[in-house]
C-alpha cells in the first residue's frame, strides 16, 4: 500500500507498507485528522476500526501498548533516515536505497518496487528524468530490470552494497 501525502505542489510519497501494517495510528492516537492516504498497490484485505475500539484493544494490554510504541519508534526513525538520506545523499545514493526501502518482499517472488519513476522520484526530492537516468544506470549494470510502473531488483546484494557505499557508484 502506498501512503501519499497531498500538497498544494504536488503528491509526496511517504512510505510504502506491505501484509500485515497497521495504518492510520497517528491521527488516532494524536486525536487529529489523517494527514495521509492510503491507496493499495494490488488486490487486499484490510479490517477498519473505529479510533475508539482500536484505542480501546490497544489500551487492553501493556504488551499491545508496547507493541504500537515500538512500531511507533520504528516508523519515526525510519522517517528521520529518509529525511536524511534526501538531504545529504546525491541522486544516486537517494536512488538506490530508496529501491531498498520501497520493495516490499513478497516469498518466492523477485523483489520488486510496484512504483512509477516519478513515485520514487517524489519520494526522494528528484525528478522523474533523474530517477529515470539513475535507473538506466543500474539497469545497465546488471542490477535492475524496469517496466511500466515497476523495478524488478535483480541483484539485491550489489543494490545492498551500494547503498553501503552512502554514494551509489556502480
Known sequence: MKVLLHLPEGTLL?????????LGVMGV??????????????????????????????????EEESVLLRRAMTRIREGEAWRAETAALPARGRVVRALLRLAVPVPGAPLEVGLSQSEIGSAV???RSVVAGELARLREAGIVTTAVGKVVIDDPARLRALAASGHGDV
Request: aromatic share 4%.
Open 125 to 127: 526530492g528528484l525528478s
Open 14 to 22: 511517504l512510505a510504502v507498507r506491505g501484509p500485515g501494517e497497521v
Open 29 to 62: 492516537v494524536s486525536g487529529s485528522e489523517r494527514s495521509a492516504t492510503v491507496v493499495a498497490m494490488d488486490s487486499c484485505e484490510t479490517r477498519a476500526l473505529s479510533a475508539e475500539r482500536f484505542l480501546s484493544f490497544v489500551r487492553s494490554s501493556e
